[in-house]
C-alpha cells in the first residue's frame, strides 16, 4: 500500500461537519446513523420528493428502526436535509457519496454516472481543505480516475482529497450494521486522509471495531470480493440442492453436515429460491465485466455459473409448483407469499420471489401476491399481478401454496389453520423455512428445492425402529 507520509500532516476537524449524498437506502440510513453518534450531517439529493420526506420523519423504505432514528436525529438539530450542493460543500468537512450503481442498460458494467456527477459537483464548488469519501460500489479503479477528475475540476487542485469507505450494509440490519460494523475498510492515499476518515468514524472506532487501511483499489476491492464470495457460497449449496434432487438424497441434512466443518461454516450455506436484490446480482456482474476489461476474466469466469445457478432455482421453484398443481399452471389459483428479495425488507430489485409469481401468471395461474411490506414497490414494478393485503387472503381457495421469501409471518403460520383455508393441501417451500414434518402431519403435500418428495429417510428409520421393537417383543 502506498500512503503518502509526510512531516508536515494538515491539520484535521477532530469533529468534522459531514455529509452524505444521496438520500436512497445507503445514503439516508448512512446520514441517520452519523446523526445519532453525535455529529452534524446534512443530507443531500436532487430529489425534492425524498428529501422533503426525511425532513418531515419520513423514511421512504422500510427498513427496521430506521424510523425511530430518524426522528431522534431530526429533533437533535444534528441532522438536515437539502437539494443545495452549494449548501453542501460550505457546509461539509468530510463528504461520504453514496449514491446508486446500479447495471447499466444492455450490459453487466456499472452505470458510474451518479457517482461521476456526485463527486465533480462536489469538486466544483469546495474551496477549504476537504475529504469525499466514496461508499458506492464500484468497479476498480474508478477511485483513481475520480480522484484526478477532483484534482481537474476543484479549485484547490490536489488539496482536495478522496477517499474509499465501502459499505456491508444488510438490508433488515442496517442499523446495526453502521453502528456496529463487523470492521471498517479505509481506502485512502495519504496520512491526513486516513486521520480525517477516522475523525469521522471516532466513536464506532473506540468501540474496538477492527480497521483496514488500504490503498484505493484494494478498498474497492473488498466490497465486490466479499459480495461474490457469498453470491458464490449460496450458489454452491443451490448447485448441491439440483444434485440432490437427481439422487434422492436431502440437501438440508447435507447442508447441516458441511456447516460442522469449521473451514466452510454454516452461515450462508442455506439452499433455497437464491440471492438478489440491489446488491449481488448486478455486483458479481459488474465485477466480472470489468474483470475482463483489465484482462483477468478468466480469473473470475466462475462468477457467470454462479449467477446462471441462481437465476435456474426460480426456473426450478415454477417446476415444482407445476407438479403440485397437476403438470398445468393454466386456471390454478397460486398463493405467493412473499414478494421482497428477503424478509424485513421492501426491496423488490431483482427479487426472486416477485421473478416467480410472473412466471406463474405468464403461464396463465392466477396468482395472488401478498408480502407484508413490499406490495406497493412489487405492483409498481408488477403491476399485471393481482396484490391483496393479507396471508389469509392469498391462500383462501389456493390451489398451491408458494412460500418464496421467509418473513416470520409466513414461518409460524399454524399449516392446520392454512389447510381449512385452501382448496388443496399442497405447499412448496422455496426458502426452506416451513416445518415440512408438521406439514405433513396436517395432511399438506410438500415440496421443497433439493428435498424428496416424500420423506423416505425419515420412514426407514421409523420402519427399522418398528421391527427392532418387534424382535424384542
Known amino acids: 500500500m502506498s500512503i503518502q507520509r509526510t512531516t508536515s500532516i494538515p491539520p484535521i476537524v477532530e469533529h468534522p461537519r459531514i455529509t ?9 440510513t448512512h446520514a441517520i446513523c452519523m446523526a445519532s453518534l453525535g455529529y452534524e450531517v446534512l443530507g443531500v439529493d436532487v430529489d425534492e420528493e425524498k428529501i422533503a420526506a426525511l425532513s418531515a420523519g ?4 422500510f427498513e427496521p428502526g430506521l424510523p425511530e432514528q430518524l426522528v431522534e436525529a431530526l429533533d437533535s438539530g444534528r441532522l438536515s436535509f437539502t437539494t443545495d450542493f452549494d449548501e453542501a460543500a460550505a457546509f461539509g468537512d468530510v463528504h461520504f457519496v453514496c449514491v446508486g450503481t446500479p447495471q447499466a442498460e444492455g450490459s453487466h458494467a456499472a452505470d458510474l454516472s451518479y457517482v461521476d456527477a456526485a463527486f ?4 466544483a464548488r469546495i474551496t477549504r481543505k476537504a475529504l469525499i469519501v466514496g461508499k458506492s460500489t464500484v468497479p476498480i479503479g474508478t477511485a483513481a480516475r475520480l480522484t484526478a477528475l477532483v484534482a481537474e475540476t476543484s479549485p484547490l487542485g490536489d488539496e482536495l482529497e478522496v477517499a474509499w469507505n465501502p459499505e456491508f450494509l444488510r438490508e433488515g440490519f442496517a442499523v446495526q450494521d453502521t453502528l456496529h460494523p463487523d470492521r471498517l475498510v479505509f481506502g485512502v492515499a495519504s496520512e491526513w486522509a486516513e486521520r480525517q476518515l477516522s475523525a469521522a468514524f471516532r466513536p464506532i472506532l473506540d468501540d474496538g471495531t477492527p480497521l483496514i487501511v488500504a490503498d484505493l483499489a484494494t478498498a474497492e476491492l473488498v466490497k465486490v470480493a466479499a459480495n461474490s464470495f457469498l453470491a458464490t457460497k449460496i450458489s454452491y449449496i443451490n448447485a448441491m440442492a439440483e444434485v440432490c434432487e437427481a439422487t434422492g438424497a ?3 441434512l447435507l447442508a447441516t453436515a458441511l456447516s460442522h466443518d469449521d473451514r466452510i461454516g454454516g452461515r450462508f450455506l442455506k439452499p433455497g429460491l437464491g440471492f438478489g436484490g440491489g446488491c449481488l446480482p448486478k455486483d458479481i456482474r459488474a465485477f466480472t465485466h470489468r474483470a475482463e476489461e483489465l484482462g483477468v476474466g478468466q480469473a473470475v469466469a466462475f462468477l457467470r455459473e454462479v449467477d446462471d445457478i441462481n437465476n435456474r432455482r426460480r426456473l426450478r421453484i415454477v417446476d415444482l ?10 386456471g390454478k389459483r397460486i398463493a405467493a407469499l412473499g414478494a421482497a428479495f428477503k424478509p424485513n425488507s421492501d426491496d423488490v430489485r431483482d427479487a426472486p420471489a416477485l421473478d416467480v409469481a410472473r412466471m406463474l401468471y405468464l403461464e396463465g395461474a392466477e396468482v395472488r401476491v ?10 409498481r414494478a408488477y403491476p399485471d399481478l393481482e396484490y391483496v393485503d393479507s396471508m389469509t387472503e392469498a391462500v383462501t381457495g389456493a390451489d ?3 412460500l418464496l421469501t421467509e418473513w416470520d409471518e409466513f414461518r409460524q403460520a399454524d399449516p392446520a389453520e392454512l389447510g381449512r383455508l385452501v382448496a388443496s393441501r399442497r405447499v412448496v417451500d422455496g426458502r426452506h423455512a416451513l416445518d415440512a414434518d408438521a406439514y405433513r402431519a396436517a395432511g399438506w403435500e410438500f415440496r421443497a428445492l433439493g428435498r424428496p418428495a416424500q420423506p423416505e429417510t425419515v420412514a426407514l428409520v421409523v420402519d427399522l425402529k418398528d421391527r427392532s421393537e418387534a424382535l424384542s417383543a
Not at 465533480?120 to 469538486?123: K, P
Not at 409448483?321 to 393454466?330: F, T, W
Not at 401478498?370 to 405492483?379: K, M
Open 20 to 28: 452524505v449524498i444521496g438520500s436512497g437506502y445507503l445514503g439516508a
Open 58 to 61: 419520513t423514511v421512504p423504505f
Open 120 to 123: 465533480e459537483a462536489l469538486a
Open 250 to 252: 436431502d440437501v438440508n
Open 321 to 330: 409448483i407445476r407438479e403440485l398443481a397437476g403438470g398445468d399452471l393454466a
Open 370 to 379: 401478498y408480502d407484508p411490506e413490499a406490495n406497493a414497490n412489487a405492483h
Open 400 to 402: 398451491v401454496v408458494a
